[in-house]
């Protein structure tokens, strides 16, 4: 049974720094974890994936040299560093799964190709 259990959210000023967690279970040791995020009435999307089989990670542009993914191969848990916050990162933060699967298409790869999902962690970014 897998399961992924998020942690770290929290209220930060503009230009502040969160690192967010995640533990995961029940996954096989190599496959795409990725975290995404839903704004207030915006659409879900893509933050930023990692393929721990080569360590390879994807950014969504607004992530491109403010967040950092990786991954402990040793704890199995997956974390964001996010760094020059700004108020439009505010947010619900989710960290999914593909299981033994690739980041086929990137950034790109859609959401609805991850089965395994978080309970999500509020990050609220203020001016």
């Known amino acids: 049974q897998v399961q992924l259990v998020e942690s770290g959210g929290g209220s930060v000023q503009t230009g502040g720094s969160l690192r967010l967690s995640c533990a995961a279970s029940g996954l096989p040791t190599t496959g795409c974890l990725g975290w995404f995020r839903r704004a207030p009435g915006k659409e879900r999307e893509a933050v930023a994936f990692i393929y721990t089989g080569t360590s390879n990670t994807y950014y969504a542009k607004s992530a491109v040299g403010r967040f950092t993914i990786s991954h402990d191969d040793a704890k199995n848990t997956l974390a964001l560093e996010m760094d020059r916050l700004e108020p439009e990162d505010t947010a619900v933060y989710y960290c999914?799964?593909?299981?033994?699967?690739?980041?086929?298409?990137?950034?790109?790869?859609?959401?609805?190709?991850?089965?395994?999902w978080g309970q999500g962690t509020q990050v609220t970014v203020s001016s």
């Open positions: 999914a799964a593909r299981g033994m699967f690739s980041c086929y298409l990137g950034i790109r790869t859609p959401s609805t190709d991850f089965p395994y």
